[in-house]
């Protein structure tokens, strides 16, 4: 990340979209299909449905541009997704570091400076407002306002958040659905300032992952910094 705006809009990203994990490949099989033109709240609900207490983890490949610098980023690795509120990036490139969290607390880890900051996870949510519904699609309604929007392509849905408070740093969040699975197959994050990140997720793979993978020791003599809150 270029700077604290974009990490802190990226944070915001991960959190609301993979929180809750993916049980299984498929929707249950007495899933009721949905109508041609389905309503956000039906969309909402499938996910619902979709989403839950597994864990799973996915390769990614990122995309992210910096409008008034004229600078696009390109970066991908691999991320891991335990319910309540763990993860773990793993940037391979264009540089190797890590974003890692227990669902409190957050580090962020570059091993070629050695160097770790930490924050705390929660913070960065609208001054806490997030932790009401990271593990709950119902409750994303509380804090955005959702619409169907025109998918990439026929076979998916598409739904747009707006944050109901005002947030420089996030303007919209596009969740890119696919019809049959209800897989979250990309997000598009927008910005006041024009930058967009977009997130596409691939070879996903659902087993039960270890708490200790989402916990960090800081290594000896690591220079540490701290996120202001």
């Known amino acids: 990340m270029k700077n604290k705006s974009a990490l802190l809009t ?13 049980s299984q490949n498929t929707l249950p099989e007495d899933s009721p299909d949905l109508p041609l033109s389905p309503s956000a709240q039906q ?4 996910l619902e ?9 996915a390769t990614f490949s990122q995309e992210s541009t910096l409008k008034a610098l004229d600078i696009m980023d390109t970066a991908a690795g691999k991320v891991w997704f335990k319910h ?3 993860m773990r990036w793993e940037y391979e490139r264009p540089e190797k570091y ?4 227990d669902g409190k607390n957050l580090w962020i880890y570059r091993p070629e400076d050695n160097q770790v ?4 996870a929660m913070a960065y949510f609208s001054n806490g407002k997030g932790a009401s519904f990271l593990s709950n699609f119902k409750l994303v309604q509380d804090a955005y306002t959702v619409s169907v929007a025109k998918p990439p392509n026929d076979g998916q849905y ?15 969040i596009f969740l890119n659905i696919e019809k049959k699975s209800f897989d979250i197959k990309s997000v598009l994050t927008l910005n006041d300032y024009g930058d ?6 691939t070879d996903a793979k659902f087993q039960e992952l270890d708490a200790s993978l989402f916990n960090f020791k800081i290594p000896p003599g690591a220079d540490i910094l701290k996120l202001d809150e």
Do not use: H, W
């Not at 900051?117 to 705390?120: E, N, Q, S, T, Y």
């Not at 739904?159 to 109901?164: C, D, E, F, G, T």
């Not at 967009?196 to 997720?201: D, L, N, P, V």
């Open 49 to 57: 449905m979709r989403y839950n207490a597994a864990d799973f983890s």
């Open 10 to 22: 990226f944070i915001v990203c991960i959190f609301l979209i993979v929180q809750p994990g993916l």
């Open 98 to 101: 890590a974003i890692i969290s």
């Open 43 to 46: 969309i909402i609900k499938k």
């Open 196 to 201: 967009e990140t977009q997130i596409e997720f």
């Open 84 to 86: 309540p509120g763990m």
């Open 117 to 120: 900051v930490i924050g705390d």
């Open 158 to 172: 598409s739904l747009k958040l707006v944050p109901r408070q005002k947030q420089m740093d996030l303007s919209a």
